[in-house]
C-alpha cells in the first residue's frame, strides 16, 4: 500500500519519555552517637544533608 499524500520522513527531535534508572545510588547515612551520662542519642541524617548535619551539630555544641 503505497499513500500518496503522505509527508516525507524527516530528521527531528523526538521527546522520549524513559523508565527510572534501574540502578539507585544509596548514600550512607551519617551516624552521630552523642553520651551524656547515662544518657546516650543516636542521630541518623542523610548523607545528601552533610552540610545541614555539620551546622546542625556546630550549633549543639555550643
Do not use: H, Y
Not at 4 to 24: H, Q, Y
Not at 31 to 56: D, F, K, Q, S, Y
Request: charged residues 20%; negative net charge; contains cysteine.
Amino acid at each position: 500500500m503505497v499513500l500518496a499524500d503522505a509527508e516525507p520522513v524527516t530528521d527531528g527531535f523526538i521527546a522520549l519519555t524513559l523508565p527510572p534508572s534501574a540502578v539507585a545510588v544509596k548514600l550512607p547515612d551519617i551516624r552521630i552517637e552523642l553520651r551524656r551520662g547515662a544518657t546516650t542519642v543516636t542521630v541518623n541524617w542523610p548523607m545528601a544533608g552533610a552540610g545541614e548535619c555539620a551546622a546542625w551539630l556546630r550549633d549543639w555544641l555550643r
